[in-house]
């Protein structure tokens, strides 16, 4: 039987690129914990997003609260072919934090995400919280990190970790 | 009468060094009212509550929390909130409970509310119990939008010994689950 | 099987301390994870503390947060180059209440600029309080391993029954 806290699964990227996959996730946990580094190998300032067992219906829905250094603000984007998890630091030096808290991801019911964003930049950047949703009873069984263009650079890494309830 | 279940203890699971570990779980059948952590051990440094929740009833209302069975107006709680176009800022002095999240309500369908509490120092007699909360609830317009973050404090330096969730009387939906965790200090 | 989640390293004040060190930081992990539970001895109900990293107390910090400020009602957002983070209450808050914060360090041997997020809220019995309420992201300018943490704060000291506790999250 596994742990209460174990990863699953670790992916680097070894060349810059436009996704990175997690696949094969078994079922065995309760919850999934992702936490993810990266930067914008095109200092673009492209989005961090996430798509789950490859679906890229608009099957996805999410509410975030953000403060951009300037002022707080709320935002609610519905139908979404993925879920948001902030913009890269337009900086290929300055790298993002991301983490993703799936809750009872192989479950029956719809997958209800808490997601937390990093991404100071010296001067710019947001500090975002976000609850995402994706509307399948399906289990989850793989994570796509995307970007609305541009590519992840090398070094890249995102940790799968599983959470068993008692 | 209320309908209360106790959370299962932990068992079976492999023996480790890991500093983080199950205590005790409920799954909703969707006719419980309350829910209690008790005889929480006290072997642990911080606890941390992962909830995924739903109401029974078309109101969706907060999910509190109460510790040792406290109900008197020993609580303080204060509120970030982003419901998709406006941020707001909310706090309540002697409360009776404290706020760990909202979730969406009865007729929702598959839509549920996630929170991530942490309680430091849980069983630490020198302090008062501080609760800081992690919620957020998205049902693509079907109901209830909101992303939230939460703190709050019970003025009493006992150790936590129970833990209640505190529904407002309404019972919560099949698929609720409530996952107590112990993370060690040593 | 490698332990995921371990305890590095813990600090509990018996005395009012102006900084606690977390020194010698096995490069063994792969992120970083601290819980605070901390007071302060100022005249004010929350305060901020300061992380700094191997030593280093040159400008190489930046912030983005969003916070709570209960007099204003309001939310609100600010962008500094410090490392201040706030969860910590002051001597005016409610006594025996300490603020409960934790931040994640991710990455902190790789060599690259150390991002970071923390969550923090002070705490005390009345509505309405400044600086409440703290989600933050910062940034270290420096693409060295970590080997230590310093957690310092402007007033003065961390009181008695602060605690801090260091965890390692394994990857391997």
Do not use: C
């Not at chain 1, 065995?28 to 789950?52: E, H, K, P």
């Not at chain 2, 909130?81 to 009776?96: E, H, I, Y």
């Not at chain 3, 916070?67 to 006594?95: D, E, H, L, R, V």
């Amino acid at each position: 039987m596994p742990a209460t806290y174990e990863k699953i699964a670790t992916t680097t990227l070894g060349s810059a690129a436009t996704t990175l996959d997690l696949t094969s996730i078994p079922a065995t946990f309760t919850d999934l914990r992702l936490v993810v580094v990266g930067a914008d190998n095109d200092s673009a300032g492209y989005n961090i997003r996430f798509q789950y067992n490859n679906d890229t219906g608009n099957n996805y829905s999410f509410t975030d609260l953000r403060g951009d250094g300037s002022s707080a603000s709320s935002l609610r984007v519905n139908n979404d072919n993925y879920i948001f998890a902030g913009s890269m630091p337009a900086d290929i030096n300055v790298p993002f934090l991301a983490t993703l808290d799936i809750f009872s991801y192989a479950g029956s019911t719809f997958k209800t995400a808490l997601v937390e964003s990093s991404t100071d930049k010296n001067g710019s950047g947001s500090t975002r919280r976000l609850v995402g949703l994706w509307r399948s009873t399906s289990a989850i069984t793989s994570i796509k990190l995307i970007s609305n263009g541009g590519t992840y650079k090398a070094g890249t890494i995102a940790t799968l970790y599983g959470i068993l309830k008692a | 009468m209320l309908n209360t279940i106790l959370g299962t203890l932990s068992s079976g699971v492999a023996a480790s060094t890991s500093s983080y570990e199950s205590i005790a779980t409920f799954n909703a059948t969707g006719s419980e009212t309350t829910f209690t952590f008790s005889s929480i051990p006290s072997t642990y440094q911080h606890l941390q509550l992962r909830a995924l929740f739903q109401r029974t009833t078309s109101t969706q209302l907060d999910v509190g929390i109460r510790l040792n069975s406290d109900t008197g107006s020993n609580y303080s709680q204060h509120s970030l909130s982003g419901d998709g176009s406006a941020v707001a800022a909310a706090g309540a002095a002697n409360n009776s409970y404290v706020a760990i999240g909202v979730g969406p309500g009865g007729g929702t369908g598959n839509y549920f509310g996630a929170s991530i509490v942490d309680i430091h120092d849980y069983a630490v007699t020198t302090k008062n119990k501080t609760i800081r909360s992690f919620n957020g609830a998205d049902t693509n317009n079907a109901g209830i939008s909101a992303i939230r973050l939460l703190s709050g404090a019970w003025y009493n330096t006992s150790a936590v010994n129970a833990i209640t969730i505190y529904t407002f009387g309404d019972a919560m939906n099949t698929g609720t689950t409530f996952a107590l965790y112990g993370i060690k200090g040593a | 099987m490698a332990t995921t989640y371990t305890l590095i390293s813990s600090n509990v004040l018996s005395s009012t301390t102006a900084t606690v060190t977390f020194s010698s930081i096995p490069a063994t992990y792969t992120d970083l994870v601290l819980r605070i539970s901390s007071r302060i001895s100022v005249g004010a109900i929350d305060w901020p503390l300061n992380l700094r990293f191997n030593g280093d107390t040159a400008t190489n910090y930046s912030n983005v947060n969003i916070y709570w400020s209960g007099p204003s009602s309001g939310i609100f957002s600010n962008q500094t180059s410090a490392n201040k983070i706030f969860g910590s209450t002051g001597n005016t808050a409610t006594a025996n209440t300490f603020g409960s914060i934790e931040i994640y360090i991710p990455s902190y041997t790789a060599s690259q600029n150390k991002p970071l997020g923390s969550f923090g809220v002070p705490e005390t019995n009345a509505a309405s309080f400044d600086d409440g309420i703290q989600a933050y992201a910062g940034l270290w300018r420096n693409t060295n391993a970590i080997t230590s943490i310093a957690i310092s704060q402007d007033g003065s000291g961390f009181v008695s029954g602060s605690s801090f506790y260091l965890y390692g999250i394994s990857n391997a």
